[in-house]
T-cell receptor, first 113, second 113 residues
Framework: GDSVTQMEGPVTLSEEAFLTINCTYT??????LFWYVQYPGEGLQLLLKATKADDKGSNKGFEATYRKETTSFHLEKGSVQVSDSAVYFCALTLRDSGYALNFGKGTSLLVTP | EAGVTQSPTHLIKTRGQQATLRCSPI?????VYWYQQALGLGLQFLLW???????NRGNFPPRFSGRQFPNYSSELNVNALELEDSALYLC????????????FGPGTRLTVT
């Protein structure tokens, strides 16, 4: 079945470090791909999305490129801040599944001053 | 513009009881999705409602049910509560033709004792 695999956390970085969180997927069709962020005690916020191959999603300094050849959607940020500390979820959705989001297990990020 | 709202914020129930969770979508959104975020199990899709009808269902037993009202708000009912139903229940909404772009509420924390 369709699934998302993302790197295990927690990831601990110093402020201004470069961030990469790996995400790969398995899907029977052509999914749309997402990164969601969950800050402590809050619900999910859509961070960025890409709906077709080679699309690059970007928001708040975060970027991810939809790579069909490697079935990947890695999240990157050039310089993290303490306020980026949160749990990051990679997800896919397919029109055939009624757009039900299929999430990875989440990666916890802690940025220290 | 108001976001997705959920009530109550917290709910404590005893095993065997019933729980009712409520969700109000963003104005203009007709689709409502329910997800369960249980410790150790990650985020799992529960139900999708659109135009008052259940359109899709995740791998959950029938004691998880719900409905969508004419104003597009939704209820999730969990009957015969079990300890493992303790989780954060998240509601999301989308426009009818943009199901791949879901906006989440803050969630209801259900604790079953």
């Amino acid at each position: 079945g369709d699934s998302v695999t993302q790197m295990e956390g927690p990831v601990t970085l110093s402020e201004e470090a470069f961030l990469t969180i790996n995400c790969t997927y398995t899907a029977t069709g052509y999914p749309s791909l997402f990164w969601y962020v969950q800050y402590p005690g809050e619900g999910l916020q859509l961070l960025l999305k890409a709906t077709k191959a080679d699309d690059k999603g970007s928001n708040k300094g975060f970027e991810a490129t939809y790579r069909k050849e490697t079935t990947s959607f890695h999240l990157e940020k050039g310089s993290v801040q303490v306020s980026d500390s949160a749990v990051y979820f990679c997800a896919l959705t397919l029109r055939d599944s009624g757009y039900a989001l299929n999430f990875g297990k989440g990666t916890s990020l802690l940025v220290t001053p | 513009e108001a976001g997705v709202t959920q009530s109550p914020t917290h709910l404590i129930k005893t095993r065997g009881q019933q729980a009712t969770l409520r969700c109000s979508p963003i104005s203009g959104h007709t689709s409502v999705y329910w997800y369960q975020q249980a410790l150790g199990l990650g985020l799992q899709f529960l139900l999708w409602y659109d135009e008052g009808e259940e359109r899709n269902r995740g791998n959950f037993p029938p004691r998880f049910s719900g409905r969508q009202f004419p104003n597009y708000s939704s209820e999730l009912n969990v009957n015969a509560l079990e300890l493992e139903d303790s989780a954060l229940y998240l509601c999301a909404s989308s426009l009818w033709n943009r199901g791949y772009e879901q906006y989440f509420g803050p969630g209801t924390r259900l604790t079953v004792t």
